[in-house]
């Protein structure tokens, strides 16, 4: 059995819907999962020449033979998880617990304006305020809802079971660590905790089952709404550098840095990562666009990843060098 979590290692958006799907494909878990807080994630996938916008379900569905599940600890937006039910094909291997909280309009309006939407610069997805009601105990589940019936299963087990059996499962994690409730940058953070440890309580698999935790950095931190980002550069020289990028839920233009040692550090001690991925490597150096393999990297890259491993004193198994699917350097094998 293995069990494998990713997630992400700054403030979210470092491309860790890239890595779950290649993973996905790669190593063909029977079950792919997904933790974190709710429909303010947003994943871009490009497979050829689709692209997918994933908010609720697990990113890894381009493995037509997994199955994906939400967690009891996720809030789902039923009219999101409904569209990319079809949109995305997999009726019929998509599933959510009957514990999983549901966005309701209300939802959706609290988190449209006052504090959440202008100090915190909330996504608006009715995230937070969903799982405020459920600290409150008054939040509905999946289970009150007849219209979600068709969809539920008990993700706990299923997990569990499919470890017993020796299959693989993805765990998939949404944000950044730096955006979690307890180790982020309060109170400019999410509504839970979404450090390897959260993602897992979320979908009820317990610490000594889980065998690897993948932290997924970008090459450079971005940073979404607000809250502090350690030399930030300004837009201006962000754009210089090809940083410029833009929300995937919200469409706002993202604030960009260098690749910041002490957050990364920091991310590695608290999610306990045995693997590092990077991504965006192309993005730093051009010249390794598209690569597969890592002699086929410049030196100036090596040397890029081979400092990371040192300061971080974690390997780094996984390197992105393209937006597409397969653009990977996969070093575990
Ligand atoms: P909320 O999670 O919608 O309440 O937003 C709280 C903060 O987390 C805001 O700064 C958002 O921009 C940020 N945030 C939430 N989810 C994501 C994500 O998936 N990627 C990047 N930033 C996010
Ligand atoms: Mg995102």
Redesign the pocket.
Known sequence: MTSTVVVGGF???EGKGKIISYLAIKDNPKIIVRGG?GP???HTIRDGDKVYKVRMLPSGFLNENAKVMIGPGVVINPDVLNKEIQDFDVTGRAFIDKHCGIIEEIHLNR?SKGE?KEK????G?G??PANADRAMRVLKLAKDFDSLSSLITDVSLEVNSALDANENVLVEG??GTF?SLWHGTYP????KDVTASGICADIGLGPTKVNEVIVVFKSYVTR????PLDKELSLEDAEKKGWSEF?TVTGRQRRAADFDFDLARRAIMLNSATQIAITKLDVIFTDCAGKTSYDELSDDAKAFITNIEKELNTPVTIIGTGPAVNDVVDRRI
């Open positions: 403030f979210g958006d807080a303010n994630a947003g988190d959440l915190i610069g909330s996504t997805s995230t937070g949404t944000q955006l400019f953070v999410t509504s979404v709404g607000t809250g929300g």
